[in-house]
């Protein structure tokens, strides 16, 4: 057997690279074979080269940069009041059993409610205007971010928590001094998950009465056949994905550097 | 008056999911005078751990009380200092900083805070390493920075339980000759527990042995070697007499823990 494909073996860093980068080639290597290959008509899917076009198309006319940032903000509007709720509450419900016995059911229950099931609803109640679409987000990702910050903080481990009483720590100092902290690493690493799903549920609830954003953008072309502004658009979506995500993990390794490699 | 009165000390875990109840200890009894280094040896599973852990205020007792200076003891305190076998630091502090904790909840100010830490950082010899977090140092080194974390508060007595256990023996040795140092030097009352004759000999001025489940106390063997002990002290015929002695009592114990298993 090859050394490289021993179970669980790091591979060094420069390879990972190549490797990473390798896979986005030969993506864009079949994505050209079947367009410029003549296998796939135009009319159902871009080149490259016309997905580039009308992408330049798209900040130079039509004030694309405009919709990115409309759809940032709203993603990034919604996520935030989403952690600036569930955090707390999740750790509330991780530390203190009866909360948890008193949230539990309910949050596992609304979890399960699309969160695009409510964009009606939502539209009626806050019409079509920036609160509708950051609502969806929150609805989106709150309930999950309460589940998962409750395991994280109930999974703590309970000897270093013991530890802290025998030093003299009362109830207020375990939680902010001990069951914080050891759970800020894993918190943050939710954070940068629930993140990435919020990014669909934006483009779902643009796709429905909202007259800037990149899902907007994206169902005016599709009423024009433009597929090339259509991947384009969903391009920059995986784009800005990956920049959050590595940001996030960038982040999560300065603020936490002890936690390196567990 | 002791120090510390365990008086008819008894607990019993529940069972779970229809298993038995497991009754941990007798009604157990037990007086430690001020400045005695008790070493309490057994096979495990004897209940040592419970014993501890309720004089610790960890665990509350099915029946009887402990007395530390005459009053009940209610719940873990700082008046308690424990050192225990999984290695407790907390990972996002620095080793000067998790000696800081216990004079951080009591209100310390920081300089002061600093001035003892970095006094028994230096008593247990980890001078130079006192901005190292925890994961970048050995395992002696991490039950050094425990020991110095429940020193640093002053306890009225130390708990330890098999702090040294998962130490490899060269390691836990020179563990043992830094305890016994410490505590040749100022006396303070040591209850240990172990399951390590010799480990229990060596430093102790008081071994009780436990029998086997449930637990109790079987019997309990002034040591009468004089102080300061040195590691030459295990080649001793006196030591070997008391080897000789706990020996028999252990594996008396042990073969009964091994047959109630099958
Ligand atoms: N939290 C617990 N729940 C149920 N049983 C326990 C618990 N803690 C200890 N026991 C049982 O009590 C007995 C004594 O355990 P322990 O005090 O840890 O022994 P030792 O420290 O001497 O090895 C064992 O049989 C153990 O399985
Ligand atoms: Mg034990």
Avoid at chain 2, 141 to 161: E, I, S, V, W
């Amino acid at each position: 057997m090859s050394p490289l494909f021993t179970p669980l073996k790091p591979v060094a860093p420069a390879l990972r690279t190549v490797l990473g980068i390798s896979c986005f080639v030969l993506f864009f290597l079949g994505w050209g074979i079947a367009t410029y290959g003549g296998f796939v008509k135009p009319l159902f899917l871009a080149s490259p080269g016309d997905t580039l076009t009308a992408g330049i198309a798209l900040f130079r006319e039509f004030g694309f940069a405009e919709d990115i940032a409309v759809t940032v903000w709203r993603v990034f509007a919604g996520f935030a009041m989403a952690a600036a709720l569930a955090v707390p509450l999740g750790i509330l419900m991780g530390a203190f059993k009866p909360v948890e016995a008193f949230f539990e059911a309910f949050v596992s229950f609304a979890r399960y409610l699309p969160a695009s099931a409510f964009i009606p609803l939502l539209i009626l109640w806050a019409g079509v205007g920036e609160l509708q679409k950051i609502l969806v987000i929150f609805i989106g990702s709150v309930f999950q971010l309460v589940i998962m910050v409750t395991v994280i903080v109930s999974g703590i481990r309970s000897d270093l928590v013991e530890a802290a009483y025998t030093l003299g720590a009362k109830r207020d100092g375990v939680v902010l001094r001990v069951l914080l902290p050891a759970a800020s690493p894993q918190i943050f690493e939710a954070l940068r998950l629930v993140l990435g799903w919020a990014w669909t549920y934006v483009i779902v609830a643009e796709l429905v009465g909202a007259s800037r954003g990149i899902g907007h953008m994206i169902i005016d072309a599709q009423r024009f056949l433009d597929t090339g502004q259509m991947i384009f658009g969903i391009f920059i979506i995986g784009v800005i994905g990956l920049i959050t995500d590595l940001l996030f993990r960038a982040l999560n390794a300065r603020l936490f550097p002890w936690a390196k490699g567990r | 008056m002791s120090k510390l009165s365990i008086r008819n000390v008894e607990k019993t875990f529940p069972g779970r999911n229809s298993t038995a109840p497991t009754r941990a200890l007798v009604p157990t009894s037990l007086e430690v005078a001020d400045n005695d280094f008790i070493t309490i040896l057994g096979p495990s599973g004897c209940g040592k751990s419970t014993l501890l852990r309720i004089v610790a205020g960890l665990e509350t007792p099915t029946a009887g009380e402990v007395l530390l200076e005459g009053k009940a003891v209610s719940g873990p305190g700082p008046d308690r200092g424990m050192v225990f076998q999984s290695y407790t630091l907390f990972p996002w502090l620095t080793v000067r900083d998790n000696v800081c904790f216990g004079l951080r909840e009591r209100g310390l100010p920081r300089a002061e805070q600093l001035a003892i830490a970095d006094r028994f950082l230096a008593q247990v010899g980890l001078k130079g390493f006192e901005n190292h977090h925890p994961a970048q140092l050995s395992g002696g080194m991490q039950q050094r920075t425990a020991l110095a974390r429940a020193l640093a508060n002053d306890p009225k007595m130390l708990l330890l339980d098999e702090p040294f256990g998962a130490l490899d023996h060269q390691t836990r040795e020179l563990m043992q000759e830094l305890l016994l140092g410490i505590w040749e030097a100022d006396r303070k009352t040591v209850m240990f527990v172990t399951h390590d004759i010799d480990e229990a000999i060596f430093m102790a001025s008081r071994v009780v042995v436990m029998s086997a489940r449930p637990g109790r106390i079987k019997c309990d063997i002034p040591i009468e070697l004089p102080h300061p002990r040195s590691y030459k002290v295990k080649t001793t015929p006196e030591f070997a007499a008391y080897k000789e002695r706990l020996t028999e009592e252990i594996r008396v114990e042990t073969i009964k823990a091994v047959t109630m298993e099958r």
